[in-house]
């Protein structure tokens, strides 16, 4: 199956910090990437939706000046969480839609997670 | 509101065991259901995808049915191993947009 990498795997920095998360589609282009962010015994919740080439869209509440997006090439989507702080602290996982496709309709499952990163900022 | 509801929040079983885990959710109009394995600290991995046309779906020793009329799901593991130990997550997607609706989770630990 398709395969989206995520680096680094686990980070602990200093509260004020900026850290840059790294999401990419191995095998395949991906012109939309997913953001989420999972909180201990949480689901998934989607921060922003990651275009090629263009603006990311936030979910609301999620504030596009601290969670920096850009997705420069179609395999590579970057977040950068700027500014940590304690509260930041959470699970964030990437995920990338094969062949373009979003969440189809038809029920093939084209969405391909990373294996998320660990932010723990002191 | 879109929303997907997890049974239970946690269970554990022994090995060898089987079990099975509830998902109902109020996500409308239906598109699809899957069923995902998050071990800890990693990212989901798909199980089952099932349309509304589909009421049961097998991968392996997991097998998934569907309700659509009574919007429940639910995920039934068979022989269980330890490996089985992590989070299953349900996930619904419809309701007029194209973002899913995530669950909570179960948290199946698996003993020895």
């Known amino acids: 199956g398709a395969v989206v990498s995520q680096h680094p795997s686990r980070v602990i920095c200093k509260s004020g910090t900026s850290v840059k998360i790294e999401c990419r589609s191995l095998d395949f282009q991906a012109t939309t990437m997913f953001w989420y962010r999972q909180f201990p015994k949480q689901s998934l919740m989607l921060m922003a939706t990651s275009n090629e080439g263009s603006k ?22 970057t977040l950068t969480v700027t500014s940590a702080h304690p509260e930041d602290s959470s699970f964030y996982i990437c995920s990338a839609p094969k062949e373009g496709l979003m969440w189809t309709s038809d ?4 969405q391909y997670f990373g294996p998320g990163t660990r932010l723990t900022v002191l | 509101k879109n929303q997907v509801e997890q049974s239970p929040q946690s269970l554990i079983i022994l090995e060898g065991k089987n079990c099975t885990l509830q998902c109902n959710y109020t996500v409308s109009p239906f598109s699809n259901l899957r069923w995902y394995k998050q071990d800890t600290g990693r990212g989901p991995v798909s199980l089952t995808i099932m349309t509304f046309s589909e009421n049961t779906k097998s991968n392996g020793r997991y ?5 659509a009329d009574t919007k429940q799901s639910s995920l039934h ?8 130990s992590a989070s299953y997550i349900c ?20 003993h020895p």
């Open chain 1, 107 to 110: 029920g093939t499952d084209t």
């Open chain 2, 63 to 67: 097998t998934a049915t569907l309700d």
């Open chain 1, 56 to 77: 990311a869209t936030y979910e609301q509440g999620v504030e596009k000046d601290k969670f920096l997006i850009n997705h420069a090439s179609l395999t590579l989507s």
């Open chain 2, 91 to 110: 996930v619904v997607s419809g309701g007029g947009s194209y973002i899913p609706t995530f669950g909570r989770g179960t948290s199946l630990i698996v």
């Open chain 2, 77 to 84: 593991i068979t022989a269980s191993q330890l490996s089985d």
